[in-house]
C-alpha cells in the first residue's frame, strides 16, 4: 500500500469552494489541506472547476443586494398605506412568476404520472382522460394568464367508442 493518504469528498468539496468562491491559489490551497498540489490541479480539470463562473454569481449576488438595499432605502420615504400596498404587489408577482408557477409545474407533472400509469395500466378510462385535459388547460391557463380553448371529452364522440380511443392512446403509447 503507497503512503499516500485518501481525501475526503468532503475535504475536496471544500478545497474546490476555496478555489472558486474564494479564489485561493493551488499551492495555498496545497498548504491549507495538506494536498499536493498536482493532486489538487488533477482534480480541478477533470472536474472543469470554474472560479470564473463563481466569480460571476458572487457578483450578481452582490449587485442584487445593493439594489435591494437601494430600494429599500427609497421605500423608506413612502406613507405607510402606499408601503404596504408596494410590498402586497410585490409579493403578488413573486408569487405568480415563481412559487406558484413551480407549484403548476409539478401538479402537472403529478397528472401525467397519474395518466401514464393509467394507460401502461390497461385502466385508463374518459373521465380519467377528461379530468387530466382540464388540469392541463387550467395549469396552461394559471402560467400563461391566457384562456386556453377547452375541449371536453365525450364518452361517446360522433359513435366512436370511448373504449377505441383509450386503446388509440395505447397502441400509441406502446409503439
Known sequence: MSGRK????KVWRAVRADFEAHQQSLSELA???NINKSSISRR??????????AQRII??????????????????GLDATLKAAVAEE?????????????SLTMNQKLANQLLQAKVEAGELDMNELDAHSKI???????????????V???????GTDANAIIEELRRKHDG
Open 136 to 150: 392541463t388547460a387550467r395549469n396552461r391557463e394559471a402560467v400563461s394568464g391566457k384562456p386556453q380553448t377547452q
Open 90 to 102: 410585490v409579493d403578488q408577482r413573486l408569487h405568480i412568476d415563481g412559487i406558484f408557477v413551480n
Open 152 to 158: 371536453n371529452v365525450q364518452t361517446n364522440v360522433a
Open 6 to 9: 485518501r481525501v475526503d469528498e
Open 31 to 33: 498548504r491549507r489541506y
Open 44 to 53: 480541478a480539470r477533470k472536474e472543469g472547476w470554474n472560479a470564473e463562473h
Open 59 to 76: 457578483e450578481k449576488s452582490v449587485n442584487v443586494i445593493k439594489d435591494l438595499s437601494e430600494v429599500r432605502a427609497q421605500a423608506q
